[in-house]
């Protein structure tokens, strides 16, 4: 005799989860935009300030090799208000003056003599190597300094 069939068991439709409605989803959209503007905005300043603390920061630094510089030149008392001459110099990470070589003569060979010797007798810079490597190799690693006679005169 066969088996009577078993009956499929049919369940009953489950309910589609609510839809949130157009409404909800807009003001959702728009919050979310606003939060990445304002975090957007944060970090551009952030961004800013960052940037302008590097800067001062470098301009300390400029600041210090220059008096440093200014301390140990000794004008030649044939150079004139006009004279300039441009150095330039190369320093290790510890500050220490590797390469000193005339990048732009004043014309006169005393002058040019005078500011590479400043150069040679402040021999170190070791304050340098308090600056963020990436500052350092950027702005100190390898530089031009503007030796002017008209800066020295008071």
Request: charged share 25%; with cysteine; proline share 8%.
């Amino acid at each position: 005799k066969p088996k009577p069939k078993a009956k499929p068991i049919i369940e009953p439709p489950k309910p589609e989860p609510p839809q949130p409605e157009l409404v909800e989803v807009v003001k959702a959209t728009e919050q979310l935009a606003a939060e990445e503007a304002i975090m957007s905005s944060m970090s551009a300043e952030s961004k800013a300030d960052t940037q302008k603390e590097q800067h001062v920061l470098v301009a300390r630094y400029a600041g210090m090799i220059s008096q440093q510089m200014r301390q140990r030149w000794q004008l030649p008392p044939s150079a004139r208000r006009d004279m300039v001459c441009l150095v330039k110099i190369r320093l290790s990470a510890s500050g220490h003056v590797v390469a000193v070589t005339l990048a732009s003569s004043s014309g006169s060979g005393a002058f040019d003599q005078s500011s590479l010797l400043a150069v040679k007798k402040a021999g170190d810079f070791g304050f340098v190597k308090d600056l963020p490597a990436a500052l350092f190799d950027q702005h100190f690693r390898e530089f031009i300094f503007r030796f002017s006679a008209e800066d020295l005169r008071l």
